[in-house]
């Protein structure tokens, strides 16, 4: 039993006395932190921006660059706005003018369908003036015309009439007339 009464103070000595270094060596380090606290004067510098906080930039030149950013902005806007209205007003002009172009055709058709039908007027009368004629004076008149316009009021006439007026014609001219009239729809597609 003395081995052991001897061996335990031993173990518990060497226990406290490391309990007792670290003990110290934690007050003295935090002695001297303590103690530099304690020791240093505050000065207006440290005391308005501290050493550990790291330095912002000046207010004023943030503000300054965020009224130039927001003054860009401003004009990028502007001209967006201004861009957008151009291209309102084009719009509004691009209707009107195919508004206008569409009254304008259809006043162009209203045109030549008065023309078409004037024209269909003229001839008609015309057919029914040589169809009033005799068929000798109509004959002698059908030869002095050109041969396609001779053919196309011959095609109009009524064919006794035209048969008649035909027989009247010197026969090249007869001959002439009827090619083409037998040729007028001999281009036009079959299918």
Not at 178 to 184: D, F, N
């Amino acid at each position: 039993m003395s081995r052991n009464a001897t061996y335990q103070p031993a173990t518990s000595h060497v226990l406290v006395l490391l309990s007792v270094l670290f003990f110290a060596a934690g007050m003295s380090r935090l002695g001297l932190g303590v103690a530099e606290v304690i020791a240093a004067e505050p000065d207006q510098e440290s005391a308005t921006a501290p050493t550990s906080v790291p330095a912002t930039p000046d207010p004023g030149d943030l503000l300054a660059s965020l009224r130039a950013r927001e003054e860009r902005i401003t004009q990028a806007e502007a001209a967006l706005q201004e861009r957008q209205d151009r291209l309102h007003a084009a719009e509004a002009e691009l209707e009107r003018q195919i508004e206008t172009l569409i009254a304008t055709e259809a006043r162009l058709a209203a045109t030549l369908r008065l023309t078409e039908t004037a024209a269909e007027d003229d001839l008609q009368r015309l057919t029914t003036v040589f169809e009033h004629m005799k068929p000798a004076q109509a004959a002698d008149l059908f030869s002095q015309m050109d041969t396609e316009f001779a053919a196309g009021f011959m095609a109009r006439l009524r064919p006794e009439f035209a048969g008649e007026v035909m027989a009247g014609l010197e026969p090249t001219i007869a001959y002439a007339i009827s090619a083409v009239l037998a040729g007028r729809h001999a281009r036009t597609p079959r299918n």
